[in-house]
């Protein structure tokens, strides 16, 4: 596996993978686990090169944040993505994705507004914002992201349909299904900021989002489904529910009714000081 750091080193490296044939990328803040590991065996699958990005984005992160603590592990990333055959690991600095005097913002309406988009000002800019510099740093003909992010997937598709992206094109924006631990709770990057207790505890937004889900294609009512999973969480240990919120899949649109078309439920909670998201899909009627 190769490792750049600089984008004129980036450009050469990817010219080079291009012969063999299509490549993919994996834009990643590192601190790599199951799941992200999962997104770059799809990758391999799909193309010929596999291109996975490490950056740890500043201009995502609020002024309360944890920017600063955010995990950074490149030495054992690395060996990881080595393991899994990744062609090309790009690693730049925030000098190269943001070099002096930069001044260009990204901002999605719409999709971004809403859920996290409401309690994290700016993040969903700063999203978009990196995630156009590296599709156009890699040119991909495949870029692969989770789906526990399914707002974050829905404002990237967004962005490249808006700016008329072809590497890649919008339609080869793919999400890949959420991987889970044994209890259910999803793989998260935050999750070993948790005390034992707490990620004991921290079971309880996928089981009371399983139960929501199954309250409302049961035919019941959305409003009741979702009072009662925010108390679920709130007896379970969690500290505060940020949101909980059925939508539509494709625009975001909250719903307040079973939904005709394909749904998403949508949780964001907090336990100690961790921040969890999590999403699952809820089937129309």
């Keep these: 596996m190769q490792t750049v750091n600089r984008l004129i080193a980036l450009r050469e490296a990817v010219e080079s993978l291009r012969a063999d044939g299509e490549i993919a990328?994996?834009?990643?803040?590192?601190?790599?686990?199951?799941?992200?590991?999962?997104?770059?065996?799809?990758?391999?699958?799909?193309?010929?090169?596999?291109?996975?990005?490490?950056?740890?984005?500043?201009?995502?992160?609020?002024?309360?944040?944890?920017?600063?603590?955010?995990?950074?592990?490149?030495?054992?990333?690395?060996?990881?993505?080595?393991?899994?055959?990744?062609?090309?690991?790009?690693?730049?600095?925030?000098?190269?994705?943001?070099?002096?005097?930069?001044?260009?913002?990204?901002?999605?309406?719409?999709?971004?507004?809403?859920?996290?988009?409401?309690?994290?000002?700016?993040?969903?800019?700063?999203?978009?914002?990196?995630?156009?510099?590296?599709?156009?740093?890699?040119?991909?003909?495949?870029?692969?992201?989770?789906?526990?992010?399914?707002?974050?997937?829905?404002?990237?598709?967004?962005?490249?349909?808006?700016?008329?992206?072809?590497?890649?094109h919008v339609e080869r924006i793919l999400g890949v299904a959420t991987v889970r631990e044994a209890d259910g709770l999803a793989m998260s990057s935050r999750n070993q900021y948790l005390t034992p207790e707490q990620r004991s505890q921290a079971a309880a937004l996928p089981r009371a989002m399983r139960a929501a889900i199954a309250q409302i294609e049961g035919g019941g009512d959305v409003a009741q489904a979702l009072i009662a999973l925010e108390q679920a969480l709130l007896d379970g240990g969690f500290s505060s529910v940020d949101y909980a919120a059925l939508a539509d899949a494709d625009s975001l649109e909250p719903l307040s009714l079973a939904p005709q078309r394909p749904a998403r439920l949508l949780v964001a909670a907090r336990i100690g000081t961790t921040r969890l998201i999590d999403n699952m899909a809820v089937a129309a009627r």
């Design 25 to 168: 990328l994996v834009p990643t803040m590192g601190a790599l686990h199951e799941g992200h590991l999962t997104l770059v065996r799809e990758a391999r699958k799909r193309a010929a090169r596999t291109v996975v990005s490490i950056f740890v984005n500043p201009t995502q992160f609020g002024p309360n944040e944890d920017l600063d603590a955010y995990p950074r592990r490149m030495a054992e990333d690395s060996r990881l993505l080595e393991a899994e055959g990744v062609d090309l690991l790009w690693a730049p600095t925030v000098e190269q994705v943001y070099p002096a005097g930069f001044a260009t913002n990204i901002s999605v309406s719409g999709v971004s507004e809403g859920f996290c988009g409401a309690a994290r000002p700016g993040h969903f800019d700063g999203v978009a914002t990196v995630v156009c510099k590296l599709f156009h740093h890699v040119l991909p003909d495949i870029a692969l992201f989770g789906e526990k992010d399914w707002q974050q997937l829905a404002v990237i598709r967004r962005m490249a349909r808006d700016l008329d992206l072809v590497q890649p």
